[in-house]
């Protein structure tokens, strides 16, 4: 007899709200989509009243995304209820998710309300939340500092209100695994009825895994989680090391499994990688280039006669393989499309179209086509297949060390071409200025990154920068086999953005959750 | 009474021995005189009999480093103890750190050793290694996949012939808090007489930090990690984040306390990520971009008006702040050299003239030169201060999307000027086509990675590369406000490894270690 452990995936909202992540409606679908197919119990989608963007996101996801219960974030605020069911109430399976502080810091400096008014809210929230829905959960924000009784007192309410589910986060990564395990044993032994007990734990100090799993030691049966640990500050536990950690060690995690493919692990790493512009570093667990000591490879030959000497996970079983080749210069736009189809990417309309004249620009530089590399073309288009503004007809540049860079670009928008030149201190520098004196878009570059997508002289290099503009900021990304091309691409990806978001200007509500 | 924690640091030790690091004499003393400012109790320098770089970098690090214990790893023989003992003989605090592997599988496959020789190695390796200092550590590889009971016999013998220090390794990341704790426990219980028990835990299921502080909880006195956690696969437990839980937690790790001065933290990671060429992601506990709220800045005003409501450690108490301002154009020789020495590092000969040569360039460029730009101009002359082969007179570039890109460069060598020409499908594959032309030296580039050092148009860009080339792969780095150039600069600097390497080739042992 085995037991479920639920994986609650929160990359799309936790993860989400991360510096400098702005997922279009697009890329959250995409997103949305792995995680199914990766084959999580609930997607959190977003926390629908904090913008329109938010709100359409989590529409689009529990409109279209099949497997997963999609879940809306909500504070206890009738409005705020009412708002994430008309967000997830398209969905085969909805929740809704309402959360209210617990601890005195947050109560006192945040909410300004006694322990009276936070129950009362607690109660009406859940309650309201159940008139709509019979899946409802709910989190005493930085329960780990609230003081036990008053939080079980709270979490009581909500069950005795409707709750199905009870959260208790570590919303500051402030827990050690001992004493994270006693406060899930503590609400099991303390709030009566019928839930499901889950963690949401934080890194600060390194430690939102090991907390994770000493809650599902002590009888949790939900993890809430995030691809590659993204989320607030240091993020949340990761999803990859929760799901591995529990296959890998059944001897300790008796009769506890979950649902995840985690041949699907690797893929889904790389695509909210690339997606979210936040790369993983590779001595990551699970999912970093390293992690496979059979990667390293020509300095263990020696030693590596039995993988298992050094090895206690095969690399296949979380996908990460090296990506294979599945494509050349002459295929064509089926076996585009078929490729893409049997990599369970999604891409229709203007972004298909986009992503296969990019492949065949591509196919005439690069001689074979890999899985990955059609990830990165396809993450590019995505992010602009919906609104397309500006694209790139032609960018030249000359100089050096002995005189100055210089770009020119010649851009197609909706009305006509446009040209621009512009200098600066390095290539890259110019061809920025030339795209911002073609759109008139000046932003400040506050970040830049370069990935190679696989190895080789003519490996794309993956492009994902930072610009702040308008007091916002905007990421961009762009693939090619130049990098001052690549770049280029994401300059303009980003300004396409801005100019989406000048025309549909989207106030958003500053609030963090547990 | 607060008791010591030892912080062992074994960064450039199992850190090193990660794929694609190649650190040279220099820079491993960079990294030693930082690990030293930053208050660990002892280094782990490397693993002299591996090479004879690694045993010139030890012993350039116990002549040189103070303040710190010097270790030397070593496997059981005594070729391997006597040259460890040679390398680390000068430190103030010599070490030796013998090992050899317990676990049934290793003894098996790797060790094709019995039990009985096993225990007989043990015990001669360690009563040699004793005979020449009196602080000696004994590992039992893949303890934690070892038979407890045969493991406890090894160490006794290790104690009973003079080790002082008994490091129980979670080799391939298998264990979990608990078990570990029980394992750290049953050894102070069963070996007896005068030792440290030490921890020495791998991250392959996420799980390092916990499992050392578990560990530390459970008796041990010692915790060995690296920092930004690398080291071999996922890595080791990152030292950062060990130290800030025991600091951040002092209510649940009651009475004990480690020596590392935390606001040195952030320069220690930045230095190892930047000579390594291992970026650390932004949402890593403690060291990463993001793992501070306040970072975060313009969506969480309105929320951090009391910063503990989302922040359990100050910034500013790990050395995360902003970087400084240090100089400007006019600033000459003296206060260049001034700033370098109050930030800590010691160049000197003829890379401190490089290192003042690229500022004078870099601050024609960019008008504020902070303490990041510092740190980066310097790591990249570290690398080539002791074997400058070629430097680059000149760069230049012409080409785009409407025409191949072309590069031309004028290299200084040994023997004179060099020039080369090269086309690519980028402006960095020709750009370093031009290179291999001008050097006659051609590698596969096999990774590729720029981070922009502080944010901006003028920001430096910071590249990294492997190349492979004799089937070896080799590091490259360099950094210029130019991105093209950067990349020049830094397969320039793996070039001029390579050079050196084919003039002293250096063959290296297949040992991985605990």
Redo the contacts between chains.
């Keep these: 007899m085995t037991e479920n452990v639920r994986i609650f995936d929160t990359t799309l909202r936790d993860g989400e709200?991360?510096?400098g992540i702005a997922l279009d409606v697009g890329e959250k679908l995409e997103i949305a989509e792995q995680l199914a197919r990766l084959g999580v119990d609930i997607i959190e989608a977003g926390f629908p009243i904090a913008s329109q963007g938010d709100f359409e996101a989590v529409e689009a996801i529990a409109k279209t995304v099949q497997g997963a219960t999609v879940a809306g974030l909500s504070r206890t605020g009738f409005k705020d209820v009412d708002r994430a069911w008309e967000a997830v109430q398209h969905a085969a399976r909805p929740r809704l998710h309402v959360f209210i502080a617990t601890s005195p810091?947050?109560m006192k400096?945040?909410l300004r309300m006694t322990e009276d008014q936070v129950k009362a809210e607690a109660a009406a929230g859940v309650a309201r939340a159940r008139s709509y829905c019979d899946d409802v959960e709910f989190s005493p924000e930085d329960g780990s500092r609230s003081d036990s009784d008053f939080m079980c007192e709270v979490c009581q309410l909500a069950v005795d209100n409707g709750a199905t589910t009870i959260n208790i986060p570590d919303?500051?990564?402030?827990g050690?695994?001992?004493?994270f395990a006693s406060l899930i044993a503590y609400v099991l032994d303390r709030v009566r009825g019928d839930y499901v007990v889950s963690t949401h734990c934080h890194?600060?100090?390194?430690?939102a895994?090991?907390?994770s799993?000493?809650g599902v030691?002590a009888g949790a049966r939900q993890v809430e989680c995030a691809i590659?640990?993204?989320?607030?500050?240091?993020?949340n536990a990761?999803l990859e090391?929760?799901v591995?950690?529990i296959k890998?060690?059944p001897d300790?995690f008796e009769h506890l499994e979950t649902r995840v493919k985690t041949d699907e692990l690797a893929r889904t790493s790389r695509i909210v990688a690339r997606l979210t512009g936040?790369?993983?570093?590779?001595?990551?667990?699970?999912v970093?280039r390293?992690?496979?000591?059979h990667?390293?490879?020509?300095?263990?030959?020696?030693?590596l006669?039995?993988r298992?000497?050094?090895?206690?996970?095969d690399a296949a079983t979380v996908g990460q393989e090296a990506a294979q080749i599945v494509l050349g210069k002459h295929s064509g736009r089926h076996a585009f499309s078929d490729s893409l189809a049997k990599m369970g990417l999604h891409v229709h309309g203007a972004a298909l179209d986009a992503a296969f004249t990019r492949f065949k620009e591509l196919s005439d530089?690069?001689v074979q086509i890999t899985e990955a590399d059609l990830e990165a073309i396809v993450a590019e288009e995505l992010g602009t297949g919906f609104v397309q503004r500006f694209d790139?007809?032609?960018?030249?540049?000359?100089?050096?060390?002995?005189?100055t860079?210089t770009?020119t670009v010649v851009l197609t928008g909706q009305e006509g071409e446009r040209r621009g030149t512009g200098t600066?201190?390095?290539?890259?520098?110019a061809a920025?200025a030339a795209i911002a004196e073609a759109t008139g878009v000046e932003g400040?570059?506050?970040?830049?990154?370069?990935?190679?997508v696989t190895?080789?002289?003519?490996?794309l290099?993956d492009v994902v920068i930072q610009v702040e503009v308008d007091?916002?900021?905007i990421s961009g990304r762009g693939v090619?086999?130049?990098?001052?091309?690549a770049?280029a691409r994401a300059y303009l990806h980003a300004v396409n953005k801005i100019v989406r978001l000048r025309e549909h200007p989207e106030p958003?509500e500053?609030?963090?959750g547990p």
Tied chains: 1, 2.
Excluded: C, W
């Excluded at 990667?295 to 030693?303: F, L, P």
């Design positions: 709200q991360s510096p810091i947050h400096k945040k919303t500051v990564g402030y050690v695994p001992e004493e890194d600060d100090l390194g430690l895994v090991a907390n799993l000493a030691k590659n640990g993204l989320g607030e500050r240091a993020g990761a090391e929760i591995m950690a890998t060690r300790y936040y790369p993983v570093q590779h001595n990551k667990a699970v970093g390293n992690a496979f000591a990667e390293a490879g020509i300095h263990q030959h020696g030693v006669e039995d298992e000497t050094y090895e206690i996970i530089r690069k790139i007809v032609s960018l030249d540049l000359h100089g050096g060390t002995s005189s860079p770009a600066g201190n390095g290539m890259i520098d920025i400040r570059l506050t970040d830049f990154a370069v990935q190679a190895g080789g002289g003519d490996a290099g007091g916002a900021r090619a086999t130049d990098v001052v091309e770049s958003r500053h609030e963090i």
